[in-house]
C-alpha cells in the first residue's frame, strides 16, 4: 500500500512540474505585454520611468534565461512606444 501510495505521489509531482513550465512561458509573455500596455497609457514621467526599467529589467531577465531573441524582438517593439512617450 505504502509503494503504490508513493508511485501515485511521484507521478502527480511529474504531471505538476510539467504543466508548470508552460504556464511559466506564458506568464513571462503576458508580463511584457503587460508592461508594453503601461507604457502605452502613461501620463506621468516618474511612473513612465519606472516602467522603462521595469522592462529593462524583463528584457535583462530574457537574456539571462538564454532567449536572446526573444528580448531583442520585446526591445524592438517596446522602443518605439518608449521613444513616443
Do not use: H, W
Amino acid at each position: 500500500m505504502k509503494k503504490l501510495y508513493l508511485s501515485v505521489l511521484a507521478v502527480a509531482a511529474l504531471a505538476l512540474t510539467s504543466c508548470g513550465s508552460k504556464n511559466a512561458e506564458k506568464k513571462a509573455e503576458d508580463e511584457g505585454a503587460a508592461l508594453k500596455a503601461k507604457i502605452e497609457n502613461c501620463s506621468d514621467s516618474d511612473s513612465l520611468r519606472i516602467y522603462v526599467r521595469q522592462a529593462n529589467e524583463y528584457a535583462a531577465r530574457l537574456v539571462k534565461e538564454g532567449k536572446f531573441s526573444a528580448a531583442k524582438a520585446y526591445l524592438d517593439d517596446v522602443a518605439p512606444v518608449i521613444q513616443a512617450k
